[in-house]
C-alpha cells in the first residue's frame, strides 16, 4: 500500500514571494490533515478535511494561508506571501475518520 | 484545550540497554488516543505505538511498550534492547476525536540517541 505522497520534499523561496506544496492521501482515506512543524518543536495542525469539507481551520492563518481538497483527494497547501517565520517542515498526513495518522515525509521550506 | 508535556529533551541510551521516555497529558475528556510518534533526521514521522485510553492493558509492539496510567495521565514509552536505528525524535502525541475534530496535539519531543 502506497503512503502519504508529497511534493516538493525541499523549497527555498524569498520572502513575499509565494508557494505551494501538494499532498497525495493513502487511499481511501478521507481525513486529511496539514501540520506545520518549526524547528525544535512539535507538528502543529493547520487545517484538516474530512472528504473535501474543512473540519477544522482555526489554527490556519487565513491572511497568507490557504488550502484547498477540491475532489476529496489529493490537496494544496499555499502561502502568499511567506514570511521569514513561515521556515517550517509543512507535513501532510492521512487517516480514516477518527483514528491513527499517517504522515508524508515532509515539504522542508526555507523563506529567506 | 489539551496540553501534552514532555519533560525530558534529550536522553541517551547504551547500545542494546532498555530506556523510558516520560509524558504526561491533560484532558477533561474521557475517550481519546495517545500515540507515539518516531521522527528521524528524514523528518517523516513514524507511528510507533498506539493506545485507546478505554484499554487497561498496555499496548505493545516488539521492542516498544508503555506504561498508560489513566488517572495519573501519564503515558510512557519503554524501548527494550536499544538499537542504533531508534535514534531519533520521540513525539508523545493527544487525539481526541469527540471535540477535537481527531487533530493530533503533540509535545515539544525527546532526542533519544542510542550510542553504540
Known amino acids: 500500500e502506497a503512503g502519504v505522497a508529497q511534493s516538493p520534499r525541499y523549497k527555498i523561496i524569498e520572502k513575499r514571494q509565494s508557494v505551494a506544496f501538494w499532498c497525495n492521501p493513502i487511499s481511501g482515506h478521507a481525513t486529511l490533515y496539514w501540520y506545520q512543524q518549526i524547528l525544535g518543536q512539535g507538528p502543529k495542525l493547520l487545517i484538516q478535511f474530512q472528504n473535501n469539507g474543512v473540519v477544522d481551520d482555526s489554527q490556519l492563518p487565513k491572511d497568507r494561508f490557504s488550502a484547498e481538497r477540491l475532489k476529496g483527494v489529493d490537496s494544496t497547501l499555499k502561502i502568499q506571501p511567506a514570511k521569514l517565520e513561515d521556515s517550517a517542515v509543512y507535513l501532510c498526513a492521512s487517516s480514516w475518520p477518527a483514528d491513527t495518522q499517517y504522515f508524508g515525509p515532509g515539504t522542508r521550506l526555507t523563506v529567506l | 484545550a489539551q496540553t501534552v508535556t514532555q519533560s525530558q529533551p534529550e536522553m541517551s541510551v547504551q547500545e542494546a540497554e532498555t530506556v523510558t521516555l516520560s509524558c504526561t497529558y491533560d484532558t477533561s475528556e474521557n475517550n481519546y488516543y495517545l500515540f507515539w510518534y518516531k521522527q528521524p533526521p528524514s523528518r517523516q514521522m513514524i507511528l510507533v505505538i498506539r493506545?485507546?485510553?478505554?484499554?487497561?492493558q498496555n499496548a505493545t509492539e516488539n521492542r516498544f511498550s508503555v506504561n498508560f496510567q489513566k488517572a495519573a495521565k501519564s503515558f510512557s514509552l519503554k524501548i527494550s534492547d536499544s538499537q542504533l536505528g531508534d535514534t531519533a525524535m520521540y513525539f508523545c502525541?493527544?487525539?481526541?476525536?469527540?471535540?477535537?475534530?481527531?487533530?493530533?496535539?503533540f509535545g515539544e519531543g525527546t532526542q533519544l540517541t542510542v550510542n553504540p
Open positions: 502525541a493527544f487525539m481526541n476525536w469527540e471535540t477535537s475534530g481527531s487533530r493530533l496535539t
Open positions: 493506545q485507546e485510553a478505554y484499554k487497561q
